[in-house]
């Protein structure tokens, strides 16, 4: 602290004078080397002598001035250092939120693909289940029609055989019942193919 300090804000007194008298006069020079306060006379005074001559003086107000500013910057320097701590803060605070809302978003994604896949699963299920029941029983109309078919050959060959070698007796005996096993055929037949028939739609 320096000597000029004590006389109390703008008001600062020559250091040299107020060693001297009870009230000393104003200063209005402040020497940067000395680090001391002049009134105008001292001022002179102290410009004169060889060995302060060369000795930077500059008016008392300026000194005050940077005095002043100084203390300002160093007082938005702290509050604005301050300030750090908040925006690291808010980053952490933002950064934690996002993290919360992107771990919702996540849960409810999964959610939803997994009762999606559910329903896959049982759509499938179901499908697989009638198509199995179904064609179990296409698979046994297939077998009837076969054996129709094998049966039809059978009856076909025997009215040939009855056309080309029978012998009255042997058609007057037989065709009644070659006539009544052919509609019996046709009956069945008829009966197969239309149970079949729901599945072609
Ligand atoms: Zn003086
Ligand atoms: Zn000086």
Same mark, same amino acid.
């Given at each position: ?26 200063? %209005? ?18 410009? #004169? ?28 320097? #702290?509050? %604005? ?14 950064? #934690? ?9 996540? /849960? ?31 698979? %046994?109309? #297939? ?28 058609? /007057? ?13 046709? /009956? ?5 193919? /239309? ?7």
């Amino acid at each position: 602290m320096s000597a000029g300090e004590d006389a109390g804000e703008g008001g600062d007194v020559c250091d040299v004078c107020s060693g001297e008298a009870a009230s000393a006069p104003p200063a %209005t020079k402040y020497c940067l080397k000395c680090d001391q306060f002049y009134c105008d006379q001292c001022s002179r005074c102290h410009s #004169k002598i060889r060995a302060t001559a060369s000795h930077v003086v500059v008016p008392d107000e300026l000194q005050n001035q940077v005095k002043s500013d100084r203390e300002k910057i160093t007082e938005l320097l #702290k509050k %604005t250092g301050g300030f750090l701590p908040c925006i690291e803060k808010d980053k952490c605070d933002l950064v #934690k939120r996002l993290a919360d809302v992107e771990r919702q978003i996540n /849960t409810a994604a999964d959610k939803s693909i997994e009762a999606v896949e559910r329903d896959r699963a049982k759509l499938l299920s179901q499908v697989e289940s009638i198509k199995l029941k179904r064609v179990r029983q296409l698979e %046994t109309v #297939k077998q009837e029609v076969e054996q129709h078919l094998a049966s039809l050959d059978s009856l076909r060959q025997y009215a040939e055989t009855l056309l080309s070698s029978g012998t009255a007796g042997d058609m /007057t005996r037989s065709a009644n019942s070659l006539h009544s096993r052919a509609e019996e055929l046709a /009956t069945k037949v008829t009966s197969s193919v /239309t149970c079949t028939t729901p599945f072609f739609h």
